[in-house]
């Protein structure tokens, strides 16, 4: 299999340089470029006719066009790139922002090398990591009594979607409930019709209760 095309966006130097060391230490991995601000990557994607990367490492807190804006942007000029949010913030606000821009992944930048290589492997499947602090965070949302969003999922359909919102995958998921995969990717199909969305980050923007819809 062939390694995981990595670009990382980071404006502090000492930060971006231990990341590209991770990344470029990774056998399942491999550093394309790393930028010090958004306009760089989406100057470079745009040149290149919006061919992207698999997965963009991006800084939340970026000078000019900041991670959020950029990737709205980049969703636009190349969907087919997948962005891990990497920041020292783990409130509300930015959570949501963040997923609803498009970012399909969330982690705090205390994060150990080895779970920074399981997102960008987890992102590359399909999947949508979150540091444990992030995930709770999206399942307390998820559980106040005041949201506002009316579901009528089956109790085996609330279940997998407690498990969704906490980052399991699909397969853990199948084991936790004992069923098959293939039976949990059913439930999950039923689960994104009903609420109108496409993927993880648009179904945990929606349950936090700011999705447009």
Same mark, same amino acid.
């Given at each position: 299999?062939?390694?995981?095309?990595?670009?990382?966006?980071?404006?502090?130097?000492? =930060?971006?340089?231990?990341?590209?060391?991770?990344v470029?230490?990774a056998?399942?991995l491999? *550093?394309v470029?790393?930028?010090?601000? &958004?306009?760089a990557?989406?100057?470079?994607?745009?040149?290149?006719?919006?061919q992207?990367?698999a997965?963009? /490492?991006?800084?939340?807190?970026?000078? @000019?066009?900041?991670?959020?804006?950029?990737?709205?942007?980049?969703?636009?000029?190349?969907p087919?790139?997948?962005v891990?949010?990497?920041?020292?913030?783990?409130?509300?606000?930015?959570i949501?922002?963040?997923?609803? %821009?498009?970012?399909?992944?969330?982690l705090?930048?205390s994060?150990?090398?080895?779970d920074?290589?399981? &997102?960008?492997?987890? =992102?590359?499947? @399909?999947?949508?990591?979150?540091s444990?602090t992030?995930?709770?965070?999206v399942?307390e949302?998820?559980?106040?009594?005041?949201?506002?969003?009316?579901?009528d /999922?089956?109790?085996?359909?609330?279940?997998?979607?407690?498990?969704?919102?906490?980052? *399991?995958?699909?397969?853990?998921?199948? %084991?936790? /409930?004992?069923?098959?995969?293939?039976?949990?990717?059913?439930?999950?199909?039923?689960?994104y019709?009903?609420?109108?969305?496409?993927?993880?980050?648009?179904?945990?923007?929606?349950l936090?209760?700011?999705?447009?819809?």
């Open positions: 299999m062939s390694p995981i095309d990595v670009v990382i966006v980071e404006d502090q130097p000492a =930060i971006r340089t231990a990341l590209s060391g991770i470029s230490t056998e399942s491999n *550093l470029a790393s930028f010090d601000c &958004a306009e990557l989406l100057e470079t994607v745009a040149a290149n006719g919006g992207p990367p997965v963009a /490492l991006m800084d939340i807190g970026l000078p @000019g066009i900041d991670g959020i804006q950029a990737t709205a942007r980049l969703r636009d000029i190349a087919g790139c997948a891990i949010m990497l920041t020292v913030f783990e409130d509300e606000e930015r949501i922002a963040s997923l609803e %821009a498009g970012a399909s992944g969330y705090l930048k994060s150990t090398s080895a920074i290589v399981q &997102a960008i492997e987890q =992102i590359a499947r @399909g999947e949508s990591p979150m444990g992030i995930a709770r965070k399942v949302s998820f559980h106040r009594p005041q949201r506002d969003i009316k579901i /999922l089956s109790p085996r359909e609330r279940e997998i979607l407690d498990l969704l919102i906490e980052g *399991l995958r699909y397969k853990e998921i199948g %084991a936790r /409930l004992a069923i098959s995969i293939d039976t949990v990717r059913t439930h999950i199909r039923h689960i019709d009903k609420l109108q969305v496409r993927s993880r980050g648009e179904l945990t923007a929606r936090m209760g700011r999705s447009g819809r």
